[in-house]
């Protein structure tokens, strides 16, 4: 089985502020894949970030910046200088592979994130 | 353009009535999979397909059925919907597998009365 916990459940900052969005993950595969999606109010599911479990590089995008640590098991998302239309519910996401076929995909809950003008 | 289309993308409809929900994509994908989201529990995976007929469990299966006869199609089936099906619900597909990004169609809002 696995598991993905995000335990912020809603983030409310000021504009410009930095801010980081948790997710601890849980499985007994060597292989495996993290992801973190963006829900805009809109609605839609944007697909931000893959990582695989032998690329413990962090990456940075912009302002999005992503730090994998294996020895925690997180993968955790920065937003640097937020923005208003950061705001959004934010989705971290597990997909292990198990040999005989890859598991399906777990979602974390998700953190609901407010940008304040 | 690549797409992942769902229908209907709002639903209305009374306990017992069997109900499809329509999925399609045109990007030749062989992975397609529902989830469903709701407040506080986030999207949970209901069932996946890795290639025509080859379709699995996900986490909350019970109440669903789906098939997958043609590659580019995954219908949900609802076949005595329930008040607690009341979601909204998404469609998704990848290239291979839950390994890859996937692609979300734009969802369905279920209400089951």
Known sequence: AQKVTQAQTEISVVE???VTLDCVYETRDTTYYLFWYKQPPSGELVFLIRRNSFD???EISGRYS?????STSSFNFTITASQVVDSAVYFCALSSYSGGGADGLTFGKGTHL???? | EAQVTQNPRYLITVTGKKLTVT?????????????RQDPGLGLRQIYYSMNV????KGDVPEGYKV???EKRNFPLILESPSP????LYFCASSPSSGRNEQFFGPGTRLTVL
């Open chain 2, 53 to 56: 007929e080859v379709t699995d």
């Open chain 2, 84 to 87: 607690n099906q009341t979601s």
């Open chain 2, 23 to 35: 999925c399609s994509q045109n990007m030749n994908h062989e992975y397609m999979s529902w989830y």
């Open chain 1, 56 to 58: 413990e590089q962090n």
């Open chain 1, 114 to 117: 407010i940008i304040q003008p």
């Open chain 1, 66 to 70: 992503w730090n994998f640590q294996k």
């Open chain 2, 67 to 69: 098939s997958r006869k």
């Open chain 1, 16 to 18: 410009k502020e930095d």
